[in-house]
């Protein structure tokens, strides 16, 4: 198998690898975590080591935590026992979270089924789930000790969902672009390759978007610096979702929405170069995402942001781009805040 790259943590590494379907799942018993469109992936998978859970974020809860606990324990895993995620971020999220906590951290495996899980989600050891309507306000920074990474498996999701992950290639793209040839040429200029899920370009998108984000995190694993580029977006992105209590936006088109605030703000604080962030801008409208300015308050979405985990000392820190992979954090004037909630998307 292809191992595309490897996150140092605790003196040891989680290594990110390439994987045929059939090779996905071990032939050792262990607990596989599905939600109820992945567990149709894999119909030969022995039921009595598999939990579905919901499907949605509707499932990030301590209820699916309990369950999956609840099933390690009655199967008699042991801390060398393997818990499996297998599906989008949630379900990667959610089992992740559920192993740190199994007899204080037990073998850990994630299987993402979704873009968004493959470039972002799985990879980088963050866990979590939500809480009081505040996206992954609970977690741990736990990584599994492997990703197994199955491209093929991406011909199986709708439209909707496949550009729900296109918004996360992008922001790695606007993060670091890459030498010659790199992530942003690929995504500028192979949109019409990627869109119709090319197998060839598809793999080389995966690969170059989880080596961005192992860059970072291996250098910053708790986030107490440089990864926290990583959430260009999604301040604005979570807020959006938690405002819509999680059912009217996907993850993705919040985080689109979320970058094109982002550089909004940038531009009205002088920071991002207003060329680029029109290039930007045109970027994400040509990969489909229909931006619009959301059916929320401003009050509503600054209430959403006040339990943000990214905060420090009490404010909240964005991450602005000055230009391509130039992003830096920012604290934010309020009323500069005010006038970008205000306005419409560009």
């Not at 992945?38 to 301590?62: C, H, I, M």
């Not at 990703?147 to 011909?155: A, F, G, N, Q, Y």
């Not at 610096?225 to 819509?244: C, D, I, K, M, P």
């Not at 300015?293 to 009050?299: G, L, M, S």
Request: proline share 5%; charged share 25%.
């Amino acid at each position: 198998m292809k191992i595309i790259a490897e996150i140092p943590y605790n003196g040891s590494c989680s290594k990110i690898k390439l994987f045929p379907k059939k090779a996905i799942i071990p032939e050792e018993k262990v607990l596989l975590v599905f939600d109820s469109s992945t567990a149709q992936l894999f119909p030969d998978r022995n039921p009595e080591y598999s939990l579905v859970l919901p499907p949605g974020e509707a499932a990030k809860n301590w209820v699916s935590v309990e369950r999956i606990i609840s099933r390690a324990l009655n199967l008699s895993l042991g801390r060398d026992g393997i818990i499996i995620g297998i599906g989008g971020g949630v379900v990667t999220d959610v089992t992740a979270f559920a192993a740190s906590l199994y007899m204080r951290g037990c073998r850990l495996i994630l299987v993402p089924t979704t873009l968004l899980a493959m470039v972002d989600a799985a990879a980088g050891g963050k866990t979590g789930i939500d809480f009081l309507g505040i996206k992954n306000l609970i977690g741990t920074f736990y990584p599994a000790e492997e990703v197994r990474i199955c491209p093929e498996l991406l011909k199986t999701l709708p439209t909707s969902e496949y550009r729900s992950g296109l918004a996360e290639v992008i922001k790695h793209a606007m993060l670091n672009p890459g030498k010659s040839g790199g992530l942003w040429d690929t995504v500028t200029g192979k949109r019409t390759e990627i869109l119709a899920r090319q197998g060839s370009i598809l793999e080389k998108v995966i690969i170059d978007a989880v080596k961005v984000k192992v860059d970072i995190v291996s250098r910053d694993l708790k986030e107490n610096g440089v990864r926290a580029y990583l959430n260009l977006g999604h301040t604005f992105g979570h807020a959006l979702e938690s405002a819509t209590n999680f059912n009217r936006w996907s993850h993705g088109e919040a985080v689109a929405w979320g970058i094109l605030k982002a550089l909004e703000l940038g531009e009205r604080l002088s920071i991002t170069d207003k060329q680029w962030a029109d290039e930007c801008r045109k970027l994400i409208a040509d990969y489909g995402f229909e931006i619009i300015t959301p059916q929320v308050t401003p009050a509503e979405l600054k209430k959403a942001m006040t339990g943000d985990k990214k905060k420090l000392g009490g404010k909240l820190r964005f991450v602005l781009m000055r230009g391509l992979g130039e992003p830096i954090l920012q604290e934010v004037p309020e009323k500069e805040l005010d006038a970008v909630l205000k306005s419409k998307v560009r």
